[in-house]
């Protein structure tokens, strides 16, 4: 394991980070790859929600939001 | 299912939920596919005007819209798929787009995609060209890329792609001609050169190994992407081409045990089918890249300033929740002051109308009964509805129409998303909940952009917790007379709003917590994983929504108000007129629903006024009033202050305004929502469940606080 690779939801708002892997069950994870999730793709953390989750990120030049438990399975290293 | 020749000669399309008759035998078909939230309808309804229907797919909570577009005595029959991300099919939608896309043999496609975010929409792109060469891009939204500064160089986009591309600004109807120029022009046979993205060595190998074999069987579909598709194991795709074309892949002799060898090939060369399918998303997205990146540029690294900004405020720890209540409150306060000119102007009108009307029945010396049953029975009841019921509803819904234009919805989602999961439902639900605010029944079919049928079915069984547009006037109105009526100016309109925001924020609160109930109960489960998207602001085009919205409200009130509220009028003074052993025949069901009633802190009248009310939530207080007055209390009604008087003599107290209130915001949903409801459920025991559970939680509140005031000697 790589010690700049953080779990996307450990991303700090404001941060970026490259997907490097991707840990989710089928479904979810065919939505993350439509999404253009793929590994490789750059992320950013760009706000929480008042209560802190879901947070929405920058992927691809669209903002999607996504809860703590999905952020938690992609695995994405520190830009 | 696929194209038809009928006896005259011009042809039927009639595939899954979509039924298009052709005018003449050159008509053409073209299937609109698209991102959500890219201007698809907008392209399509700027297209199609009014000539639209729409069909609903046998099986499936989709509907998908068809419309005419003529051009040079030419029939364009455009179809709306569902806005889709992809075409790999793991929703309903999906497959629906992918479907009609594949077998139904449409002369054309275009694809809606949105200028300011076109990488990620290229990847549908590719997923169409995959299918069909004769593809139209239409880059939309090129007006708000052009104010954040992203220039989208088309020609190059073109010539990568290899297909005819259009920039458009379809909510001004700019580049949409251009658009139908390039579709006819495909029709009429023009050639593409469709960009098609290659795989890794071994699944090119694998796919030209099945291809030919597809081919020389006539396969009706693209011999590469359907032994794509096979190679990944996607099982429905062989079903659907079966029950559409008749063609049967596993039935071509030697094609089962190819597709095995070369299944087992890829796997030794390390593409077992988990990573095939991820290796093809990937090259899809990668490609989208390489072809964006040469033909997008950004003049401003920061174009999305502005949107994050807003967002930062309108999301934060600090402000998120405030101002979406700030919003919530000022909405309604423009309601209910913006309200009240025009319902005392409208209120003033038609009743001197009435009385004008009463005389000419009385010149024509009519009897009694018609009068009766004409001016006072139907008329009056519409007077109502449209005085008291139609300005609030006129007024509130062109607000909300403009809140959901502007992109605020699915920050309200990102904000309440968390209350959500720890009810162990959908973060989609909040915004189901907030069409509700326009409509239960529309809330209830939007519960469909919802996956999960548990999720959906908690969504659609707590739609009616949330006031719709027909109950905001109810609420208003007795708010007015017997809470805020004590205060005077523009205080009164304030304090009135504070009061309707707390009813509101109550309602949402039993949203939550109902869902919360259902899912620890009858409706168990883990919330699903989901995203959501939260797309730019958009200024709404203030003038067309206002314009549009009043003007729909009013036709859609009025309407209803002529299909409901005349005949329950009638019905009402037949109720107050006819008597059987000394007392009216409302007397008799009011005097019999009245024990009951009082129980819940209201009393007869009450209760078969919200039982009358079932078509429409519109007529409750309208019926009230009649129930009141038939017993001969007053005669002229046309202020709020004469109508206080009136339930005031009839024994209302603070305490049964509350229990009307609360019976307002909680019982049964109209009939048009429980109807919507059977049909999106297809059960008739989850529509009696979305009966029943909301009457149970109004009307215990009531008899909660009812009896706790009545203990306490407060009423």
Not at chain 2, 379 to 397: D, E, G, N, Q
Not at chain 2, 566 to 574: C, D, F, Q, S, Y
Request: aromatic content about 8%; some cysteine; glycine content about 8%.
């Amino acid at each position: 394991m790589r010690t700049d690779a953080v779990s996307l939801n450990r991303l700090p708002v404001g941060k970026k980070g490259r997907v490097l892997h991707l840990d989710a069950d089928d479904a979810s994870r065919r939505r993350l790859l439509d999404l253009g999730l793929v590994v490789g793709t750059e992320v950013e953390s760009l706000y929480k929600s008042p209560s802190g989750n879901p947070v929405a990120y920058f992927v691809r030049g669209a903002v999607i939001a996504l809860r703590d438990d999905v952020a938690g399975g992609i695995l994405v290293a520190l830009s | 299912m696929r194209l038809t020749t009928q006896s005259t000669g011009a042809g039927v399309l009639d595939f899954g939920g979509i039924h298009i008759p052709k005018e003449t035998p050159n008509d053409r078909i073209i299937a609109l596919a698209g991102n959500p939230n890219v201007g698809k309808s907008t392209v399509f309804n700027e297209l199609t005007g009014l000539h639209q229907h729409t069909g609903n797919w046998p099986g499936k909570t989709v509907t998908t819209a068809c419309g005419r577009y003529r051009k040079d005595e030419e029939n364009f029959f455009l179809v709306d798929l569902p806005g889709t991300y992809s075409l790999m099919a793991h929703s309903a939608e999906e497959e629906v787009a992918r479907d009609f896309l594949c077998f139904a043999g449409a002369d054309a496609a275009v694809v809606v995609a949105d200028a300011t975010c076109l990488e990620r929409n290229l990847n549908l792109v590719l997923q169409v060209m995959e299918i069909t060469p004769k593809v139209v891009l239409c880059v939309n939204l090129m007006d708000e890329a052009g104010k954040k500064k992203i220039r989208v160089d088309l020609e190059k986009l073109a010539n990568l792609l290899g297909i005819p591309v259009v920039g458009a600004s379809a909510r001004s109807g700019k580049g949409l001609d251009a658009l139908m120029d390039r579709v006819k022009a495909l029709c009429d046979g023009a050639e593409t050169m469709p960009l098609r993205p290659r795989y890794h060595e071994a699944v090119e190998q694998a796919v030209a190994e099945l291809a030919p074999l597809l081919e020389a069987h006539g396969c009706p579909v693209n011999a590469r992407w359907l032994s794509l598709r096979l190679l990944e194991g996607d099982a429905a795709v062989s079903e659907s081409l079966r029950r559409y074309t008749g063609f049967a892949v596993s039935e071509i002799s030697g094609f089962p045990s190819a597709l095995e060898a070369a299944r087992k090939t890829l796997e030794e060369a390390g593409f077992p089918q988990s990573t095939l399918k991820d290796h093809v998303a990937t090259r899809l997205v990668e490609r989208s890249e390489a072809v964006a990146r040469q033909a997008v540029s950004f003049e401003k690294q920061d174009y999305a300033e502005r949107d994050r900004k807003i967002d930062k405020i309108l999301t934060s720890k600090a402000t998120g929740i405030p101002i979406m209540l700030l919003l919530l409150f000022a909405a309604l306060w423009i309601t209910i002051t913006g309200a009240n000119y025009p319902s005392s102007l409208l209120a003033e009108g038609l009743f001197w109308l009435e009385e004008k009307l009463a005389k000419l029945f009385t010149m024509l010396s009519a009897p009694a009964w018609l009068s009766g049953l004409l001016v006072e029975g139907v008329y009056r009841t519409l007077a109502w509805v449209v005085s008291v019921m139609l300005p609030p509803m006129a007024i509130f819904f062109p607000l909300f129409t403009l809140l959901e234009d502007s992109g605020y919805l699915p920050r309200i989602a990102f904000n309440l998303d968390n209350y959500f999961r720890k009810a162990c439902a959908h973060g989609k639900q909040a915004l189901t909940m907030c069409m509700g605010f326009g409509c239960n029944a529309a809330g209830v079919i939007g519960c469909r952009i919802i996956d999960s049928p548990r999720e959906r079915m908690i969504a659609i069984l707590t739609n009616n917790f949330v006031p719709c547009n027909g109950r905001f006037p109810t609420l208003i109105a007795i708010i007015t007379m017997f809470f805020a009526g004590a205060f005077t100016g523009a205080f009164q309109s304030v304090i009135s709003t504070l009061l309707l925001t707390s009813v509101i924020v109550l309602g949402v609160a039993a949203t939550m917590l109902v869902s919360k109930l259902l899912s620890k109960t009858v409706l168990k489960g883990l919330p699903s994983s989901f995203h959501l998207e939260l797309p730019p602001y958009r200024r709404p085009q203030i003038g067309k929504v206002i314009v549009r919205s009043i003007f729909d409200r009013t036709l859609f009130v009025l309407s209803r108000a002529v299909a409901v509220a005349a005949p329950a009028g009638l019905v009402l003074w037949v109720l107050a007129n006819v008597h059987v052993g000394g007392a009216s025949l409302l007397a008799h069901v009011s005097g019999f629903l009245d024990p009951f009633a009082r129980l819940f802190g209201l009393d007869g009248i009450i209760l078969m006024a919200f039982i009358l009310g079932f078509p429409a939530n519109e007529i409750v207080v309208p019926v009230m009033i009649m129930g009141y007055m038939a017993k001969g209390a007053l005669l002229e009604l046309d202020s709020l202050a004469e109508l206080h008087s009136l339930l005031a003599a009839n024994g209302w107290t603070w305490l049964t305004a509350v229990c009307v209130m609360l019976l307002c915001l909680m019982h049964w949903p109209c009939g048009t929502t429980c109807l919507t409801i059977k049909k999106e459920t297809q059960s008739a025991k989850w529509t009696l469940a979305a009966f029943f559970l909301p009457t149970a939680v109004g009307l215990l509140l009531c008899f909660v606080i009812a009896n706790t005031a009545r203990l306490l000697g407060l009423a």
